[in-house]
């Protein structure tokens, strides 16, 4: 059969009040959706143009193995270009992405996380000791302070000093710019090249750059920077295809695409993993006595079961730079193609019972390359995804080892759109003793 051409059917109603449900009640939006249009349906994002919204994990390996240069991910991120600059890896396709990409792969290689175990422990460790006891308190906040110092040590490098603390700031301000949307809309306004003209806008990046600077200079000249683990000195002395190191601002680029690729989504999925399991207390007193004699399999299994009910992010996007064939539609050049984690996660086919939280699904059921994508996938899949698994496995080991953790409100916490993450409304508030 010929594919049909153009987009296929979605909600009717206006762009504008499609942008207003989809950033309040993504969810809600896309069950509806799904339930009425089907495994692929069209929804209209202000500013965004057309999303084709895929939930059949047959097409979703389609666009994640498809041609980098037809399925762009890097052009739908244009509006980060002015605050990571032009080298981020998230805003660059094609030859220029997996040029970058490469150069920032051997530092988050799956077994160099242990490097940085005993760090994130004893960060983890401080942090938890320091939280009160028997009062409701907001992990979220605190799970954000905790992933701050983790990126400090081991992707910065910087372990105590005097340019700790202004660096602390330099990054939380920053951090701030991206989910300011004082900073965003303007940037949506103005397009993202005038931005940086606007003197208001550069005073906020210009001290965090600054900082960097000194670092990437003082470090360079560092005796030990060969034997050093940290991303930045491995940076330093990575080289391009052509031999040539990575420019400073190469390296500014990437280091403060990590910590905003990497800070609040795993803050968020820390959060989400402790409002589960303290509505869930059989599970967490199984992950209390696994954890305590050493075995690994129900934390993990716990850390996927948290990130298939409770994604960070609920859909990645492609833009595609010409007709491709999908589904039985020939879709146009210029709409997006958006692999659904929210519906593929929540596909009872794939998961019986998907809103029931059950790390016991995945003890003998490894999780599927296209039915478990909390991290997107293909060419663009997330760069810290083992780097994330492994810091929220020292976190929790660290955290239900220590304190014993109860609701602050026996109800399910509901998501909560800030920024791109979801997050649990109430920032999962707990009593802890
Ligand atoms: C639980 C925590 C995290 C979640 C849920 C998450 C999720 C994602 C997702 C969905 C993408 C887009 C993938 C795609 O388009 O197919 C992504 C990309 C990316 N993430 Fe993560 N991420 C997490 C933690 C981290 C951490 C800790 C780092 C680094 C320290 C990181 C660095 C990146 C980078 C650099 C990209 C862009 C990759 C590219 O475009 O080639 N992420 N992440």
Known sequence: MDPIKGL????????????????????????????RFG???????????????????????????????????????????????????LVLDEKKHIAQRKLLLPPFHGERMQAYGEQM????????ESWPTGVPYKLRPRMQAITLEIVLETVFGVHGGERMGPLREALRDFLDLTTDPKVLLPVLAVGPDRINRIP??????????????????????????????????????????????????????????????????????????????????????????EVEAGEEEYLTATIQETLRLRPVIVVVLRKLTEPVELGGYELPAGASVAPCIHLIHRDP????????????????????????????????????????????AVVLRELVRRREVKPASPASERPFRRAITETPRHDAEVILN
């Open 8 to 35: 296929p059917p979605g909600p009717r109603m206006p762009r504008a009040l499609q942008t207003a449900i989809w950033s309040r009640q993504a969810q809600w939006f896309l069950e509806q959706s799904r339930a």
């Open 121 to 128: 422990a004893d960060i983890a460790a401080r942090e938890i």
């Open 200 to 289: 208001a806008f550069r005073r906020r990046t210009e001290r965090v750059d600054r900082l960097i600077g000194q670092e990437m200079a003082e470090r360079r000249a560092a005796e030990d920077l060969a034997e050093r683990e940290d991303v930045l000195s491995m940076l330093l002395l990575a080289r391009h295809e052509d031999g040539s190191p990575m420019s400073d601002a190469e390296i500014r680029d990437e280091l403060l695409t990590l910590l905003v690729a990497g800070h609040e989504t795993t803050a968020t999925a820390l959060s989400w993993a402790m409002e589960r399991l303290t509505r869930h207390p059989e599970k967490l007193e199984r992950l209390r006595a």
């Open 349 to 392: 086919e794939i998961y019986p019972e998907p809103h029931s939280f059950r790390p016991e699904r995945f003890l003998d059921n490894p999780p599927g390359t296209y039915t478990w994508i909390p991290f997107g996938g293909g060419v663009r899949r997330c760069l810290g995804a083992a780097f994330a698994q492994f810091e929220m």
């Open 39 to 89: 495994r692929m349906f069209t929804v209209k994002i202000a500013y965004e143009g057309d999303w084709v919204l895929l939930s059949d994990p047959e097409l979703v390996k389609q666009v994640f193995t498809g041609d980098p240069r037809v399925f762009h991910a890097g052009e739908g991120n244009q509006i980060l270009r002015p605050i990571l600059g032009e080298n981020s890896v």
